[in-house]
């Protein structure tokens, strides 16, 4: 190895050159190393306890509408004591599975900590969401350590503690975070994800539908900003979708136009999205 460092400090690691490993001197852990760097102490300690509300959720709540059965079957398959507990919540795109983790994630914050969001669409997006973590639980770990190491570390804290909840986001394929699911034997996951298979053995499902029209309606008023005639003809034209339902609503209220003449449009443009519409709205 060229080059020189120098440790110093309780369980201290120097690196300098090209090595790939660095042990302390009792072998109790290891750490990737890609560059030369000199590891603080207390980057080799895991740390006890996450810091005190360590949250991080995304803002999707604020016009969340029904699904009070999904909400309370999460409420009594989380409800469990030992043991890691996983939820799958699967549907189409746009059928607001997102939006639903994020509602039930954000009135359990005061019971889990963290409470953890990683979009994890891919085994590299997992990867960065789980890093980022390593680092909110211990901000020494920023420069010191390689996206995977820091990976490795967030893992290792969330096997060896319990009271913690991760919401897993989009997950594509249940391969991709079943090695994560293994590891970890004491906290909670849920999923949301578009695959209604290949969950067997690792994670209970849970299918989300669309909305019933009622719902569909008031979301579509509470965007639009007050009632309007044809709301329930649009919004079963459209499915009852949550996310065609925004987006019309939103559209409807933009350009100042009423969901009969959003139904005319989509008429004559059944493929189109809320921006394509607009350019026939003069029509």
């Avoid at 369980?11 to 490993?21: E, K, Y």
């Avoid at 939820?87 to 039930?104: F, M, P, R, Y």
Wanted: hydrophobic residues 45%.
């Amino acid at each position: 190895m060229s080059g020189a460092a120098e440790a110093s400090g309780a369980r201290a690691v120097a690196a300098a050159g090209g090595i790939r490993q660095a042990l302390t001197g009792d072998g109790a852990v290891a750490h990737y190393v890609e560059t030369s760097l000199t590891l603080p102490p207390e980057a080799l300690e895991l740390p006890p306890h996450a810091p005190p509300h360590l949250v991080n959720l995304p803002e999707r709540t604020g016009l969340f509408i029904g699904r009070e059965p999904e909400l309370a079957r999460l409420d009594v398959s989380f409800e469990g004591t030992g043991g890691v507990v996983v939820q799958a919540v699967h549907g189409l795109g746009g059928i607001g599975k997102s939006t639903l983790a994020a509602k039930w994630a954000a009135g359990r914050t005061g019971a889990y900590n963290p409470v953890w969001w990683i979009t994890a669409e891919t085994p590299d997006d997992l990867e960065a969401g789980l890093a980022d973590l390593a680092v909110a639980l211990q901000p020494a770990l920023r420069d010191v350590l390689s996206q995977q190491a820091r990976s490795e570390r967030a893992v290792q804290w969330l096997a060896e503690h319990e009271g913690w909840l991760l919401v897993l986001d989009n997950v594509a394929d249940p391969a991709d975070v079943r090695q994560l699911l293994g590891r970890t034997t004491g906290g909670r996951f849920l999923i949301t994800t578009r695959r209604a298979s290949g969950w067997h053995g690792i994670a209970e499902p849970l299918s989300l539908d669309v909305l019933e029209l009622p719902q569909a309606v008031e979301l579509f008023e509470r965007i639009h900003g007050g009632t309007a005639d044809a709301v329930e003809e649009l919004c079963g034209e459209l499915g009852c979708l949550p996310l065609a339902v925004e987006q019309a609503a939103a559209y409807c209220a933009e350009a100042r136009i009423t969901p009969g003449r959003y139904r005319e449009l989509l008429a004559l443009h059944p493929r189109a999205g809320p921006r394509e519409l607009g350019r026939g709205r003069g029509r």
